[in-house]
């Protein structure tokens, strides 16, 4: 398995303008996350999804902030309109819905808005 | 659910020394989990301790886990230069949160 996929790697963008970043969980994964990590917050968790359905979106930090599972093996998340506080690195995590395991991440996407 | 908090935030040791990081939370837990991660890297998964077990080892690794005193340790014995990194603790049933992790430096 290729692990989880996220995609761009790096992205700049001027404010204002539309972010959508995106995951490929690993397969049979039932557990799909969505985190933003700076230094000064931290790894805060964003949003959490179970069988493709949101469970918890409440770290969502605002109206601006969106994401999406349409299907088991595709997750977007996108910031419409951006503004330079959303530079982060935002990593997208899955992991199985037996306790036990532990949870695979991505390498991440870089955002920079300028 | 609420975060793990690691102790200390940094640590600095030399090659072959063991390396102690510690995690305390304030809510009941199923598991724990620690994870590492290195400079501009994501996190990597280490070991996962569930709360009826009182310890559990993984190569180098021990974590012990004390339910009653809601607090988790990390030992890493002998350690490499390329144990430096960023090490965290995780909890929740579902919604794993993090800590702000403990910085480890092992200088060779």
């Known amino acids: 398995d290729a692990g989880v996929i996220q995609s761009p790697r790096h992205e700049v963008t001027e404010m204002g303008q539309e972010v959508t970043l995106r995951c490929k969980p690993i397969?049979?994964?039932?557990?799909l996350f969505w985190y933003r990590q700076t230094m000064m917050r931290g790894l805060e968790l964003l949003i959490y999804?179970?069988?493709?359905?949101?469970?918890?979106d409440s770290g969502m930090p605002e109206d601006r902030f969106s994401a999406k599972m349409p299907n088991a093996s595709f997750s977007t998340l996108k910031i419409q309109p951006s503004e330079p506080r959303d530079s982060a690195v935002y990593f997208c995590?899955?992991?199985?819905?037996?306790?036990?395991?532990?949870?695979?991440f991505g390498s991440g996407t870089r955002l920079t808005v300028v | 659910s609420q975060q793990g908090e690691e102790d200390p935030q940094a640590l600095s040791i030399q090659e072959g020394e063991n390396a102690t990081m510690n995690c305390s939370y304030k809510?009941?837990?199923?598991?724990l989990q620690w994870y590492r991660q290195n400079s501009g890297r994501g996190l990597v998964h280490l070991i996962l301790?569930?709360?009826?077990?009182r310890e559990k080892h993984s190569g180098r690794l021990r974590v012990t886990l004390d339910t009653s005193k809601k607090s988790s340790s990390l030992l890493i014995t002998a350690s490499r230069a390329a144990d430096t990194a960023s090490y965290f603790c995780?909890?929740?049933?579902?919604?794993?949160?993090f800590g702000a992790g403990t910085r480890l430096t092992v200088k060779p």
């Open positions: 809510t009941s837990i199923n598991n």
């Open positions: 995590a899955s992991g199985p819905g037996v306790s036990g395991y532990g949870y695979t």
């Open positions: 999804f179970n069988n493709n359905v949101p469970i918890d």
């Open positions: 397969s049979g994964h039932d557990y």
């Open positions: 995780a909890t929740g049933n579902n919604d794993m949160r």
């Open positions: 301790i569930r709360s009826n077990e």
